[in-house]
């Protein structure tokens, strides 16, 4: 599965923005779905993830609250609602796509589309 994450920018704190990933492949409803995102110098964070039916969602206690992960399998596409930003949100925020049913088995997400940018100012 090849993803394509868009839907990043900037934005000032308490704002909101919605990430979205489309994915190619007919079989996008088989795949659990995450979210992850990483600043420089450091190691990659998991955020969010939803089960292949979109029934079963898991979140970083980081984000638990403001972001809202979801995903339309009619349009091989996933979200991710981010609602009262703070400044350190601020990353690049990944979509990622897990062959597992276990949606919060990380070492499963194996998947990786390219990065796209989200800043928020203070």
């Known amino acids: 599965v090849q993803l394509q994450a868009s839907g990043g920018g900037l934005v000032q704190a308490g704002g909101s923005l919605r990430l979205s990933c489309a994915a190619s492949g007919r079989t996008f409803s088989r795949y659990s779905m995450a979210w992850f995102r990483q600043v420089p110098g450091k190691e990659r964070e998991f955020v969010a993830a939803i089960s292949w039916s979109g029934a079963t969602t898991y979140y970083a206690d980081s984000v638990k609250g403001r972001f809202t992960i979801s995903r339309d399998n009619a349009k091989n596409t996933v979200y991710l609602r981010m609602n009262s930003l703070k400044p350190e949100d601020t990353a690049v925020y990944y979509c990622?796509?897990?062959?597992?049913?276990?949606?919060?088995?990380?070492?499963?997400?194996?998947?990786w589309g390219q990065g796209t940018q989200v800043t928020v100012s203070s």
């Open positions: 990622s796509a897990s062959s597992y049913q276990n949606i919060d088995y990380l070492r499963g997400y194996d998947y």
